[in-house]
C-alpha cells in the first residue's frame, strides 16, 4: 500500500485549500444566494481509519452520494450531508418532493467534486472526466460492507460548512483513491515539491 | 488543399452529424436562457416535433413540465465549472416527456431518461444537453427494489418467529461433536444459566444434568444412527431446583441436505413429575388406611368362626371329662374345626388378593363383584342391621381393573356404613343398582344415612376432606376419584337429596392396558 509522506500531504493539503476556495465561489454562484465556506479540515487518511471515523458519525442520519471520476488522477468522490443540514439546503432551494432535495444533493455532490476535482488536476496538470454522482441513503453501518471502500487506499478528508444568511449546511467530502493513482500523485507532489524547493 | 478539405469534412463535420443524428440519445443545444439551438433526429422521432418548428423556442414553452429554475441553475453551473451536472433517472425520472409503448417496461408511462449538461460554447453561453434512456436501468432497480422491500418483510417474519420459539420452546442445539451450540432463552431460563456459559460444552456433561450411564449409551446410540429419539432427561438449575425434562432427539440438516448437527426439543414435565409423586404419596398414604381397615375388617370376620372353634373346643372339653366323647363326636369337632380354619385362612387369601393392585386388565363380573365386596363389609353391615340390596336386570360384565374397582366400591360402602353410625333412620339401606347403557355400564350405589349438606358436597373429592373426627385420612374419596378416571377411565360423581347420598360411578365396557 502507498502512503503520504509528510511533505507530499502538506503539499497535497496546500492544492487543496486553492481547489476548495475555487469551488466556494461556484458553490455561492449555483445556490445564488451569499455564502461562505469556511477553511476546510482536509486530511490524507488510510481507509481503514476512515472507517473509524463512520463509526462517530452513525448516530446522525446521512445523505450518501458518490461520482466516480476518471483519468490519470481517478477515484471517486463520496459525500456525506446529514439531515438537518438537507433539510437547510431544501429550505434555501424551496424545494417541494424528496426526489427535488436528491436531485440538489446530487448538483451538490457534483458541484464540490468537480470543482475540487478539477482545480486539482490543472494544478497537477492533468484531466478529468465525471460519471453521473449516485444517491442513497443509507443507514452508516453498512458502509462498511461496502466493497468500493475496501477497494480504496488513501482517502483525502475535506470537513467543511456552508454558512448561509441564517442556515448551516455541513457535508464531509471524501475524495477516495487507489493505490495507482497515489503514486501518481506522489509522482506529481514530489515535482511540485522539487519546484518549490 | 483539396484532400486536406475532404479529410477534414469527413473527419468532423460530416461524420459527426451522421453520428449526432443517429445516435441512440437526445441531444439538444441550448443557451442560458432555456432557448433550443438545436434538436437532433433521435428527439424528433421520439417527441413528433421538427426542429425547424423549435428553434428559438424555449424549451420550457415546449414541455410544460420543465422547472425553468433547475435547469437554468444547472446549465449557468455548467457553464460556471466548466464541466458537466447532471440529472439522474434516478432522482429526476425525466426531463423530456416521452410516451412509452413497451411491454417490458409497463412500470414507467414516460422514457426514464439521465441527462448530462456539457458546457458547449462558453461564449455563447451554450450547452448541450445529453440523453440517455435509462427506463430498463430504472426498471430493475424498481424490480430490485420491491424484491428488497418483500426480503426484507420475510426476514422480519422470520426474525419475530425465531424470537417467538426462542422465546416459547424448550431446545437445545448440538453440532455433530454432541457440543452445544444454541440453547433457547425459555430454557435458559429455567436452567438459570446464561448463554455463553452454556455454549460449546458438551453436552453429555454440561448442565447438572443427572443422566444415567444407561439413557447417554441409549441418546449416543441414536446419534450415530440420525434417529429421532424421546427419552426422560433429570437436571438440576443453576440454584439447585430438580427440573423433568420429555425430550425429543432429532438429527438437524442444512438446505442442501448435509446433517449439520442435532435439535433437543424438550417438554417440561416437572410439574406433573411433582404431581405423580404427590399422588404416589397419598395412595400410599390411602393404602396404610386401607390397611387398618382390612384388619378391622378381618377381626369382624373372625370373630365368630375363632367362637364357634372356641365352642367345639369347650364341647369336646366338656364332653371327655364327663367321659362322653365318643369317637364320631371327636372327628366331627375335627372337622368342624378343620373347615373353620380353612375359612379363617381363605379369609385372609381373599384380604390379600383384594389387597394387591390387578397388573393385568381382566374380565369383570359386575354382580359377583358386589358379592364379594359384601362378604368383606357383610360383618359390619350387620352389626348397624343395615340392608343390602343388589338390582341388576342381566349379567353386566366389563373389562377393567377387577381390585382397583373392587376397593373403590368398598371404600364407598364403608362411607356409607360409617354415616349410619351417626344416622337415627330405622329402616338402613344401602341399594346398589347396575344398569347397561349403549356406551357404558353405570352403578349407582345409594344410602338414606343423611345424605351430605349442601356446603361441603362440591369438596368431597377434594385430598385431605374429612367429615369424619377420627381415622379419617380424608384421602379416601379422592382416591376413588383419582382410581375411576385415571385408571379405569370412567367417571364418578356423588348428588345427595332427601336424607339420600347417591354415588353414581360410570365405567367403560373396555379399557386399554396403561401400565
Redesign the interface.
Known amino acids: 500500500m502507498y502512503s503520504l509522506t509528510e511533505d507530499e500531504k502538506d503539499v497535497l493539503q496546500e492544492l487543496m485549500n486553492v481547489a476548495y476556495g475555487n469551488a466556494t465561489a461556484?458553490v455561492a454562484?449555483?445556490l445564488?444566494a451569499f455564502a461562505s465556506l469556511s477553511i476546510p479540515n482536509i486530511q490524507v487518511l488510510p481507509t481503514h481509519e476512515l472507517l473509524a471515523t463512520f463509526e462517530s458519525m452513525k448516530a446522525e442520519s446521512y445523505f450518501f452520494s458518490t461520482q466516480a471520476f476518471s483519468g490519470e488522477f481517478n477515484g471517486e468522490s463520496a459525500f456525506f450531508i446529514n439531515d438537518i443540514s438537507a433539510q437547510n439546503l431544501a429550505k434555501h432551494l424551496e424545494l417541494e418532493t424528496a426526489?427535488?432535495l436528491?436531485?440538489a444533493i446530487?448538483?451538490l455532490t457534483?458541484?464540490l467534486t468537480?470543482?475540487l476535482t478539477?482545480k486539482l488536476s490543472q494544478e497537477l496538470d492533468t484531466e478529468v472526466s465525471?460519471s453521473?454522482?449516485?444517491?442513497t441513503k443509507v443507514p452508516l453501518q453498512d458502509i462498511q460492507e461496502v466493497e468500493t471502500f475496501q477497494n480504496y487506499s488513501q482517502v483525502i478528508v475535506i470537513d467543511t460548512d456552508l454558512n448561509f444568511e441564517d442556515q448551516k449546511i455541513n457535508g464531509k467530502i471524501f475524495i477516495l483513491t487507489k493505490d495507482a493513482s497515489i503514486q501518481w500523485l506522489k509522482n506529481k507532489l514530489n515535482t511540485i515539491l522539487e519546484l518549490l524547493l | 488543399m483539396a484532400q486536406e478539405q475532404t479529410q477534414h469534412n469527413l473527419r468532423t463535420l460530416t461524420v459527426d452529424e451522421k453520428i449526432v443524428a443517429n445516435i441512440d440519445n437526445g441531444i439538444l443545444v441550448l443557451d442560458d436562457s432555456l432557448c433550443i439551438h438545436h434538436y437532433n433526429k433521435w428527439l424528433e422521432l421520439h417527441t413528433g416535433k421538427k426542429e425547424k418548428d423549435l428553434l428559438t423556442l424555449k424549451i420550457s414553452d415546449v414541455f410544460a413540465n420543465i422547472n425553468t429554475k433547475t435547469l437554468t441553475r444547472k446549465i449557468k453551473t455548467a457553464l460556471r465549472i466548466q464541466t458537466p451536472t447532471f440529472y439522474t433517472a434516478n432522482t429526476s425520472k425525466y426531463l423530456i416527456p416521452i410516451k412509452l409503448n413497451q411491454i417490458k417496461n409497463a412500470k414507467f408511462e414516460y422514457m426514464q431518461q439521465d441527462v448530462s449538461i456539457i458546457p458547449f460554447d462558453l461564449e455563447k453561453s451554450l450547452v448541450a444537453l445529453i440523453i440517455t434512456d435509462q427506463t430498463n436501468m430504472a426498471q430493475t432497480n424498481a424490480l430490485l427494489h420491491s424484491h428488497i422491500e418483500e426480503i426484507k418483510e420475510l426476514n422480519q417474519e422470520l426474525i419475530k418467529e425465531r424470537d417467538t420459539i426462542d422465546k416459547k420452546i424448550l431446545y437445545i442445539r448440538l453440532n455433530l461433536q454432541a457440543e452445544i451450540s444454541d440453547i433457547s432463552h425459555a430454557l435458559l431460563n429455567l436452567l438459570e444459566y446464561e448463554k455463553e456459559e452454556l455454549l460449546g460444552l458438551d453436552f453429555f456433561n454440561f448442565e447438572r444434568h443427572l443422566m444415567s450411564a444407561t439413557l447417554k449409551e441409549k441418546i449416543k446410540e441414536a446419534l450415530k444412527k440420525k434417529e429421532p429419539t424421546n427419552f426422560e432427561e433429570r437436571t438440576l438449575s443453576l440454584s439447585g431446583e430438580v427440573l423433568y425434562f420429555q425430550s425429543t432427539f432429532v438429527a438437524e440438516f442444512n438446505a442442501k441436505g448435509v446433517q449439520i448437527g442435532f435439535i433437543i426439543f424438550r417438554e417440561n414435565i416437572t410439574n406433573a413429575k411433582i404431581l405423580a409423586k404427590t399422588q404416589e404419596k397419598m395412595l400410599a398414604s390411602s393404602r396404610s388406611a386401607a390397611m387398618g381397615e382390612m384388619i378391622a375388617m378381618i377381626a369382624h370376620q373372625w370373630r365368630q368362626p375363632l367362637s364357634l372353634i372356641n365352642t367345639v373346643i369347650a364341647t369336646m372339653k366338656v364332653k371327655r371329662e364327663l367321659n362322653l366323647l365318643t369317637k364320631e363326636i371327636t372327628d366331627n369337632s375335627y372337622e368342624k374345626i378343620q373347615n373353620t380354619v380353612k375359612y379363617l385362612s381363605e379369609t385372609i387369601d381373599d384380604f390379600r388378593d383384594y389387597f394387591k393392585p390387578n397388573k393385568e386388565i381382566s374380565r369383570v363380573e359386575l354382580n359377583t363383584l358386589f358379592e364379594k365386596s359384601i362378604f368383606f363389609i357383610k360383618s359390619e353391615m350387620d352389626v348397624h342391621s343395615i340392608k343390602y340390596s343388589l338390582k341388576a336386570s342381566e349379567s353386566v360384565e366389563i373389562e377393567t381393573y377387577k381390585n382397583e374397582l373392587l376397593q373403590t366400591i368398598i371404600n364407598i360402602m364403608k362411607n356409607s356404613i360409617d354415616a349410619f353410625e351417626e344416622s337415627d333412620e330405622r329402616e338402613k339401606k344401602i341399594c346398589v343398582t347396575l344398569e347397561r347403557l349403549s356406551t357404558h355400564v353405570s352403578i349407582e350405589i345409594v344410602d338414606n344415612a343423611g345424605g351430605i349438606k349442601k356446603d361441603i358436597i362440591t369438596k368431597v373429592f377434594e385430598p385431605y376432606f374429612s367429615t369424619k373426627s377420627k381415622n379419617g385420612t380424608g384421602l379416601g374419596l379422592y382416591m376413588s376419584q383419582t382410581i375411576i378416571t385415571e385408571h379405569l377411565l370412567g367417571s364418578i360423581t356423588l348428588t345427595s337429596e332427601n336424607n339420600q347420598t347417591k354415588v353414581l360411578i360410570e365405567l367403560p365396557y373396555k379399557i386399554r392396558s396403561q401400565k
Open positions: 461556484v454562484d449555483m445564488d426526489d427535488d436528491d436531485d446530487l448538483e457534483n458541484v468537480s470543482s478539477t465525471f453521473l454522482p449516485s444517491i
